[in-house]
T-cell receptor
């Protein structure tokens, strides 16, 4: 079963910040949170990941709550090209190996 | 580097036919994964491999088989195709998993079983 919960859809005005929430209340102490996005039916594209500290890269910022039960992906200035399905993923360790378990994602629509 | 390459991009099968979805990566990654994505849904893990000669089941392995004879290749085999296997299949890879590793995905294979 997926270990993350996300809203099914969100809208955002072009040029505004898009804040995508994710709940991962059962996350373990050493499990990372990853964010990917999927445009149309292409292969998912990596955005960012983190363990407990906030992270920022050229694409986005990741804010993780202190108790690590939830996180927020921030796209600071959304463009029409950011319209996609965004997946919050927990990388789990199972019998010594790592697996990435996807949820159903949030469909973000950026509006002109 | 080409990254992760999947073939074919599209395929239509009749019920009961068999086929192999090919996946190869040129990044010398140890970990490889097969996912399926049904319309409007997220990705479900079918099988994964942590290195040549080692494979293991994911969330939805029934009806599929895999092999990993080399580091580069991770083919997915459907023996008796069923309509329930109509889906988009994605192959992915990563280096030996550590704190900074991430998945690289192929462009997918769209399979219809009629």
């Amino acid at each position: 079963d997926a270990k993350t919960t996300q809203p099914p859809s969100m809208d955002c005005a072009e040029g505004r910040a898009a804040n995508l929430p994710c709940n991962h209340s059962t996350i373990s102490g050493n499990e990372y949170v990853y964010w990917y996005r999927q445009i149309h039916s292409q292969g998912p594209q990596y955005i960012i990941h983190g363990l407990k500290n906030n992270e920022t890269n050229e694409m986005a910022s990741l804010i993780i709550t202190e108790d690590r039960k939830s996180s927020t992906l921030i796209l600071p200035h959304a463009t029409l090209r950011d319209t996609a399905v965004y997946y919050c993923i927990v990388r789990v360790k199972d019998s010594g190996t790592y697996k990435y378990i996807f949820g159903t994602g949030t469909r973000l629509k950026v509006l002109a | 580097n080409a990254g992760v390459t999947q073939t074919p991009k599209f395929r239509i099968l009749k019920i009961g036919q068999s086929m192999t979805l090919q996946c190869t990566q040129d990044m010398n990654h140890n970990y490889m994964y097969w996912y399926r994505q049904d319309p409007g849904m997220g990705l479900k893990l079918i099988y994964y491999s942590v290195g040549a000669g080692i494979t293991d089941k994911g969330e939805v392995p029934n009806g599929y088989n895999v092999s990993r004879s080399t580091t580069e290749d991770f083919p997915l085999r459907l023996e008796l195709a069923a309509p329930s296997q109509t889906s988009v299949y994605f192959c992915a890879s990563s280096r030996v998993a550590n704190n900074n590793e991430k998945l690289f995905f192929g462009s997918g294979t769209q399979l219809s079983v009629l």
